[in-house]
């Protein structure tokens, strides 16, 4: 029972620390849009970047509904992180595939 308890426990705190902060990407022809909160609210001003295109060596800061573009030169499709840094100093990252079209 007391292994039971520990597997809840930390499957609950696991779950509330991802719904603490969101970052959502949608992909267009020219880069990203990238929308940045915590708890629901949209996080203003904070930082995000793309760490490991090194073509883009730029941060960006999200307008009051916690939404910036970023423009990505990009040759061919691929899988980009975005890392978020809120201005309470939260950092977080996800993923997320870029497709390039050749029309």
Do not use: C
């Amino acid at each position: 029972m007391k292994k039971l308890n520990v597997s809840i426990s930390t499957l609950l705190v696991l779950f509330s620390a991802a719904t603490l902060a969101d970052l959502n990407i949608v992909d267009t022809q020219n880069g990203s849009w990238v929308t940045v909160s915590t708890n629901g609210a949209a996080e203003e001003n904070a930082l995000v970047t793309t760490p490991k295109l090194t073509q883009l060596n730029q941060s960006f800061s999200t307008d009051e509904n916690g939404r910036v573009f970023i423009p990505l030169p990009l040759n061919s499709s691929r899988s980009i992180q975005y890392k978020a840094v809120t201005v309470d100093g939260a950092e977080f990252s996800r993923s997320a595939f870029h497709g390039v079209s050749n029309r």
